[in-house]
């Protein structure tokens, strides 16, 4: 079973737009478990997706020949936008974009041609947006989601420890979490 992150609701919400979702953080924080739970779920919703890796070579060396190779590595080619809008995307989930020779090429290649009948969600290492192959800002093209380690109330969830969920909630909103002492001065 693949746990739930809070920011999973965020990249929902910004799925129906057409612009990129990045993933981005540390190794070992999850985002190739967010993928595969979007595949999931968008699996379940009947939609036209496809799970790929950059660490495969034979999809990396294609998709840095050409970024449009990339359909060469799934069983339908979408039409570009100038050709054809379809009424329904299709989602391509990318592990570890980074790897491209030029990632920003590829994104806004792919946008440019496809915008609106391809939608990518991709993961990347946080080095990726200070990687000297970053050149271009992508600007109205992405959106970044910087997904950090769990949080207190993130790793209270995991251990399936609700009642704590629910100290940690109070004490953020200003309440108190456990019992609380208060020392009083005596006035002289």
């Not at 920011?7 to 990129?20: A, T």
Request: proline share 4%; charged share 25%.
């Amino acid at each position: 079973m693949i746990r739930q992150r809070h920011i999973n609701s965020q990249i929902i919400r910004h799925i129906p737009g057409k612009r990129h979702a990045i993933i981005t953080g540390a190794r070992q924080v999850g985002k190739t478990s967010i993928l595969r739970w979007l595949f999931e779920k968008l699996t379940r919703e009947n939609k036209q997706v496809w799970y790929l890796t950059f660490e495969d070579y034979r999809i990396l060396d294609s998709v840095n020949l050409h970024p449009s190779k990339i359909f060469d590595h799934i069983p339908v080619t979408p039409p570009t936008t100038l050709q054809q809008t379809l009424e329904h995307p299709i989602y391509l989930l990318i592990d570890e974009v980074q790897y491209a020779r030029n990632p920003t090429n590829f994104l806004k290649f792919i946008y440019d041609q496809y915008e609106g009948n391809v939608k990518i969600i991709a993961t990347s290492s946080s080095a990726f947006y200070i990687d000297r192959n970053f050149i271009d800002s992508l600007a109205g093209r992405k959106r970044i989601f910087n997904l950090s380690s769990l949080s207190l109330e993130e790793y209270i969830e995991f251990q399936a420890r609700p009642d704590k969920v629910l100290a940690h909630k109070r004490s953020e909103r200003g309440g108190f979490y456990g019992r609380r002492a208060v020392r009083r001065r005596k006035s002289i």
